[in-house]
């Protein structure tokens, strides 16, 4: 299997862990500053996670609030 980039081995587990119900719709995610410290990632990488689960339909933002798991996200395998 060839290498991932840091962006994509962290949003594949989130996709993974929403669709679980780890993080079940309505839930928020965690902050940009507790994404990094978790994954050891650079808050660029956050950020393209970030849009990366909003592209593929499961979270939304809130400015100020946070992002959270969209309501209408099915569970997953």
């Not at 949003?11 to 994954?39: H, K, M, N, Q, V």
């Not at 050891?40 to 592209?55: G, N, T």
Request: charged share 25%; proline share 10%; net charge negative.
């Amino acid at each position: 299997m060839p290498p991932q980039y840091a962006y994509q081995r962290v949003s594949e587990d989130l996709t993974r862990r929403i669709r679980s119900g780890e993080f079940p719709p309505g839930s928020r995610l965690p902050s940009r500053a507790e994404l990094c410290a978790e994954y050891e990632v650079s808050s660029f990488v956050a950020d393209r996670v970030f849009l990366i689960l909003k592209m593929n339909g499961l979270t939304e933002s809130l400015p100020g609030a946070g992002v959270y798991v969209k309501e209408d996200t099915p569970p997953g395998n």
